[in-house]
């Protein structure tokens, strides 16, 4: 049989909460990881990326920057059956992010 996937550097709580890589810590450089199984709308509670460097992916646009200026996170959106990519580069980190399913 092929070898098994890679475990993912983004964990999924029990509340169905997707974090992204060392959280609550920094995410370091150069990660990424595939989100799969967000089946309705999405909440951002924690979004802190560095801007148009390390970015979420949802139905084919990218976020960054923080939750509080710069382009808006993703609040509401029906991840699509590519889910959430996310993707870091080699430059710097930032505080990272946490999306939740809207009713959780």
Known sequence: PPPAPPPSLCKTDAWGCVTSPHWPGKYGDSESCHITDFYGPIR????????????VQILGQKYSGRKSRGQDPPDGLIPGPEGIFWSSDSSRTSGGWKICPENR
């Open 44 to 55: 951002v509670e924690v979004f802190d990326t560095q801007r148009n460097k390390d970015y």
